[in-house]
């Protein structure tokens, strides 16, 4: 994939769902100077109906459960729904506890895990790449109407 | 809006960026703040419930994950509150090796805070270049334990890793780069006119006030009261180094306990953590990292300890307490934690009373929550909603605007 196949900017909404706060500094992590997401278009937006990525953190508690699927129900089609971390992929050390909902994929449909505890930020990039492969799939799809 | 109308804005519990989810609720007439509180619960993940049902060296792992950012401070205070139970002696290289950890990890937090902060004051090309040097002190961790973020380097009875000779240099390197890149952080952040307006006499929090609501950490610091775990109730090897509670007046002569005081103070701890780190390198004992280094043994020990332990560790943020009792058991038999952000969360009511609507991000940013925050506001009586964006466009707004009037003041 050449650099002329990037034709659009993703846009990003981060939702933490109850994480530790490792998988979200790796985030931001990844948007400054050192990983500079931003060079390839991904941009933090405020609101999910600005979104084409939802990226979510965490194993869900209880009291977030209603906000993460408000928040994915607002954003616009086509949507991709990107973990990062293990404990949203899989409940992770917070496996057994009495207060979680997830992990994720049991909520809402997820398109892409990025795995580790925290993933580097190399790796949350490379989750975006993919999302941002299987979007533009997604769009070409709907344009043929198949 | 009808100004002379009260309502109540609920901010949260989501954010774009950064921390934690919180709700807060401010009570409002026109662009003043009348009143504030707020709600937690949304990151509870019952660890405390869980860590009662794995043995102790796995719990070390759980503790970790309490929080990203303090995931030194959280396992030190565990295996110091077993160590406590089960009295066992962490050998004298072990504690130096927790000393320079925990300050490694004090250095990356207070970096990531001054980035925030600049952030929500609309500053965003300093938070990227804090950010950038604060990639500095994480390589030195990766290079030092394994990993960026999580280390697990910690252990009941000592550490698991070693320095070796060989690190040091890497040590050294990056202890030369931070004093550089430290005085320009103060050229930055303390003389800039536009910063200073923006956050003198911001969120003050009296001194009374701070003993008052047991505010911990560089908050109480930031408002006089001198208090540091490190000082009081030193562990690992503070109390060979000498650490004195740092206050803004060492660098002002005066203490107002605004926003621009805890900037100051978590500054000014940068550079106590550089030199902490530096007495450590130099004094490093030699001898054995670990009081137990077969770990089936040593689960065996503690099985057979019955007895209670407490540690207070000085965290980024301030104290963090754990308590645990053990009872002739693989398990525990209670654990709890005291977080220092759930001490000096209430310190944000007394700061937000009369506060310009548009100071909301900076004020409870400036107390460095442990938590997310603020991503949409619902106006609760009239049930718009506004984007959480919208109050920090607010903030940044009141930024630019200083901005103008400076340069205005600078024509004439
Ligand atoms: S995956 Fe690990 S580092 Fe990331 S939020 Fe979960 S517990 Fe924290």
Known sequence: MGLDALKRSLWVFHINTGSCNGCDIEIIAALTPRYDAERFGVKLVGSPRHADVLLVTGPVTRKMKERLIRAYEQMPEPKIVVVVGNCGSTGGVFYESYNLEGPIDKIIPVDIYVPGCPPRPEAIIHGLAKAWEKLEGMKKCKQQNL | ?412
């Open chain 2, 1 to 412: 809006m009808n100004k002379s109308k009260k309502c109540s804005i609920s901010i949260g519990p989501i954010h774009p960026a950064l921390k934690e989810p919180i709700q807060i609720e401010v009570l409002v007439e026109g662009e003043r703040v009348k009143d504030a509180s707020f709600s937690l619960g949304h990151v509870h993940r019952g660890i405390e419930w869980m860590g009662l049902r794995r043995n102790p060296i796995q719990i070390i792992y759980l503790a970790e994950r309490v929080c990203g950012i303090c995931n030194i401070s959280h396992p030190l205070a565990f295996c110091i509150a077993v160590e406590n139970a089960a009295n066992i002696r962490v050998p004298e290289r072990a504690e130096y090796l927790r000393t320079i950890y925990a300050e490694l990890e004090r250095i990356h937090s207070h970096l990531l805070f001054l980035g925030v902060a600049a952030h929500e004051l609309g500053f965003d090309s300093i938070l990227h270049y804090i950010w950038l040097i604060r990639e500095k002190v994480l390589d030195v961790i990766e290079y030092l334990t394994g990993n960026r973020i999580t280390k697990a380097v910690l252990m009941i009875g000592g550490v698991r890793r070693d320095i070796s000779k060989k690190q040091i240099p890497k040590i050294k390197e990056m202890l030369a780069y931070y004093k550089k890149a430290y005085e320009k952080l103060c050229e930055i952040l303390l003389d800039d006119p536009t910063i200073k307006l923006r956050t003198r006499d911001i969120g003050v929090l009296s001194k009374e006030e701070a003993l008052k609501l047991c505010a911990v950490g560089p908050t109480a610091r930031a408002s006089g009261v001198k208090k540091d775990t490190r000082q009081d109730f030193p562990y690992a090897a503070y109390a060979d180094l000498d650490v004195e509670a740092i206050t803004p007046d060492v660098l002002l002569g005066e203490i107002r306990g605004d926003v621009f005081d805890r900037i100051i103070v978590r500054l000014l701890e940068i550079k106590q953590s550089l030199e902490l780190i530096e007495k450590c390198i130099k004094e490093l004992p030699e001898g054995p990292t670990l009081y137990e280094p077969v770990l089936q043994k040593l689960l065996v020990d503690l099985k057979k300890v019955d007895n209670e332990g407490i540690a207070l560790v000085e965290a980024p943020r301030g104290e963090l307490i754990h308590y645990l009792r053990m009872q002739n058991s693989e398990t525990l038999f209670a654990w709890k934690i005291r977080a220092p952000t759930y001490a000096n969360m209430h310190t944000i009511v007394p700061m937000l009373k009369d506060s310009e609507l548009a100071d909301v991000p900076i004020i409870v940013a400036s107390i460095d929550p442990c938590l997310s925050c603020a991503n949409r506001a619902v106006l609760a009586d009239k049930e718009a909603i506004i984007a959480q964006e919208k109050i920090h466009e607010l903030c940044v707004k009141k930024t630019l605007k200083i901005k103008e009037r400076l340069k205005r003041w600078e024509h004439v």
